[in-house]
């Protein structure tokens, strides 16, 4: 009686909280909520943006109680109804022990969890937007990495699938704790909230500040690798153009420009959803002509020996490919029944490991020792430029998602925290942006513009980005976390597991961060080609 109590005096209060809350500024921050503040890298949750409205209610707490199954009426995890309980798996009740109310512009959202309306996606839903995070444009990349790998590439591209799968389920198990019944209860909803509580109490917001650099730099260097390719892509499909890769970067920057007025992505992805659909089909006309020449595979060039220097560049473009953890608390706390997250997360990452090994495959057999760091480039001129103009279109609409992703973090972070803000709000009282908060967003726009020029070595870059940010947001800050939060609960193979985890990818994060700076400054050195 008195946990309903609780949370009726609950939900009134979060109703009270909505009507005084700016609509305006919860639009706005509310939007990155859905990413938990995490984005999607990559890629990078493309399809994830489709659900706006769904994770509005889920960043600072969803103020939901576990009841017993006798207060339930006997139907553990039933719909939601007055007394606050949640549909889904009673297991997988969340509790109110997120940040209070007052901590954050977004807690007037909370109330919209008693909306009945308001609907979860389902485990194929997820697993679209999982899929949409590690089967993007980058695995053009791919049979690069084979390049200088060989078979070791193609068992890279396994196990780093089965890394990431674990992580991101041990990422989720971080957070859960068992309250006094025995239950699992979800107390934090984001991967900084998970850093936070690793590093409390005596740096109670140094993890959070952690990943949130690490988000910042993975998301702009994921605009970077867009603007990158764009370039890449239009200059070889018209070679004949006096036109530099330089310049063709600088077109595409143009026609980015809006994205510094965007308040929402709904309309753009609708567009990127379907762009997603068109690259899925490049992907399978690209295979289909790679299998029309098998008769000229050349298998003697797939050998057991790596390029001791390049191939730790392949680890870091490998990993890059399989980045999704940034934006999994969000997608696993939107889901009806958070308790086929695990076999969501199996699914996705076997289909991904089995697709991605017969793309870079067949498409290495094919061109062999002439494999371009974009595979396209390889395609004959007849199709080559059909091809890379919808990648091209895809690149451009896929760019305003971690664009506004990494805008929100800024904000938030420098303009919008409070009195722990360093510069004053970028939004006025009405909702609306102020001009020199638009003339940083085009500056942004404009940065990753001068990156794409002059350092315009896609392959390079994504390898830097994979070893530096990739690796340590899947592999070791999940593991990490795992081990501190979950100490005590954890068997001596999972403690292996964690440990092993950690130190490849720690070795493998500083192998390839130094071999990609090399290869950077060697390209400058002798002046290569783009």
């Known amino acids: 009686m008195a946990t309903l109590i609780r949370s009726k005096i609950s939900n009134k209060l979060s109703n009270a909280a909505t009507t005084v809350t700016n609509k305006s500024q919860a639009k706005v921050s509310g939007m990155f909520a859905r990413l938990g503040f995490q984005a999607a890298t990559d890629e990078e949750a493309l399809g994830f943006a489709t659900c706006d409205d769904l994770d509005y209610d889920h960043r600072q707490g969803l103020q939901m109680d576990i009841l017993k199954n006798d207060e339930m009426g006997g139907e553990g995890g039933g719909e939601m109804g007055d007394d606050g309980t949640a549909e889904g798996d009673s297991h997988y009740q969340r509790d109110g022990t997120g940040p209070p109310p007052s901590a954050s512009k977004d807690a007037g959202l909370c109330s919209e969890i008693g909306n009945p309306d308001k609907p979860r996606i389902t485990a194929w839903e997820a697993g679209w937007n999982v899929t949409n995070a590690i089967q993007g444009m980058f695995v053009l990349g791919l049979p690069y990495a084979i390049l200088h790998g060989g078979y070791l590439g193609l068992f890279l591209i396994i196990f780093a699938a089965v890394v990431c799968c674990y992580t991101g389920k041990i990422l989720i198990a971080c957070l859960y704790e068992e309250n006094e019944d025995g239950q699992l209860v979800r107390v934090r909803d984001s991967y900084v909230d998970i850093a936070n509580a690793c590093c409390a109490p005596r740096f109670p917001a140094l993890g959070g500040h952690v990943v949130n650099v690490a988000q910042i730099i993975e998301l702009v260097m994921t605009c970077i690798l867009y603007v990158v390719v764009s370039g890449n892509l239009m200059y070889n499909s018209f070679p004949t153009l006096p036109v530099s890769q330089r310049s063709w970067a600088i077109i595409a920057t143009a026609a980015l420009l809006p994205c510094a007025f965007l308040k929402n992505l709904k309309a753009v992805s609708k567009f990127s959803l379907l762009c997603t659909l068109a690259h899925f089909v490049i992907n399978i006309l690209v295979i289909a002509y790679c299998l ?239």
């Not at 279109?393 to 938030?412: D, G, H, Q, R, T």
């Not at 006025?428 to 350092?455: E, H, N, P």
């Not at 070595?457 to 530096?468: E, K, R």
């Open 292 to 530: 029309s020449r098998a008769r000229d595979w050349a298998w003697d060039k797939v050998k057991f020996y790596i390029d001791v220097k390049k191939f730790p560049i392949s680890i870091g473009i490998i990993v890059f490919s399989y980045t999704s953890q940034i934006f999994l608390p969000s997608l696993e706390g939107n889901m009806q029944k958070p308790s086929e997250f695990h076999c969501m997360m199996n699914w996705t990452h076997i289909a991904a490991c089995i697709l991605k090994g017969l793309f870079a495959l067949v498409a290495y057999l094919t061109w062999a020792d002439e494999t371009k760091e974009v595979i396209t480039d390889n395609l004959p001129s007849s199709i080559r430029a059909v091809v890379n103009l919808f990648l091209v279109s895809k690149a451009l609409l896929s760019y305003p998602l971690p664009f506004f992703a990494a805008v929100e973090v800024l904000e938030k972070t420098f303009f919008q925290d409070g009195g722990r803000a360093f510069f004053p709000d970028c939004y006025g009282g009405d909702g609306r942006l102020k001009s020199w908060g638009l003339s940083l967003r085009c500056a942004l726009v404009v940065f990753t513009m001068l990156m794409a020029i002059y350092v315009p070595h896609f392959a390079l870059l994504m390898g830097l980005t994979g070893s530096l940010t990739g690796a340590g947001l899947c592999f070791l800050l999940p593991s990490l976390f795992h081990l501190k939060l979950l100490w005590r609960k954890l068997l001596w193979h999972q403690v292996f597991f964690d440990v092993a985890i950690f130190v490849i990818g720690g070795i493998c994060s500083i192998s390839g961060f130094i071999h990609s700076v090399e290869g950077l400054i060697e390209a400058y050195k002798y002046n290569l080609p783009d």
